[in-house]
Nanobody, 122 residues
Framework: QVQLAESGGDLVQPGESLRLSCAASGSIFSIYLMAWYRQAPGKQRELVAH???????KYADSVKGRFTISRDNAKNMVYLQMNSLKPEDTAVYYCYMTIMVVTHTREVDNYWGQGTQVTVSS
């Protein structure tokens, strides 16, 4: 019933910036956690950053100081501003959200987006 849609992935050169966006749609009561994960070829999927409903944030050491996660609760959206991109940032980036669905029991479920490709290369 809930779907996530990412956008913003692109091919860029080292040092350039990108902003990823993810919008949630469906029967949403509230969103607790929003996060971005990424998976590079031959590697495990890893947490890049997350932001809670209280605006507490966490970043992977590899992106700290370069990436910024933010959310727009009114639009059910999460963003990832990526600056000073490096070739090591090349990966498929996935949006993730923990959402309380509009039901009689107010169930909490986890949702994933389809992923968006970010390639950093000269």
């Amino acid at each position: 019933q809930v779907q996530l849609a990412e956008s913003g992935g692109d091919l860029v050169q080292p040092g350039e910036s990108l902003r990823l966006s993810c919008a949630a749609s469906g029967s949403i009561f509230s969103i607790y956690l929003m996060a971005w994960y990424r998976q590079a070829p031959g590697k495990q999927r890893e947490l890049v950053a997350h932001i809670t409903s209280g605006d507490s944030t966490k970043y992977a050491d590899s992106v700290k100081g370069r990436f910024t996660i933010s959310r727009d609760n009114a639009k059910n959206m999460v963003y990832l501003q990526m600056n000073s991109l490096k070739p090591e940032d090349t990966a498929v980036y996935y949006c993730y959200m923990t959402i309380m669905v509009v039901t009689h029991t107010r169930e909490v479920d986890n949702y994933w987006g389809q992923g968006t490709q970010v390639t950093v290369s000269s």
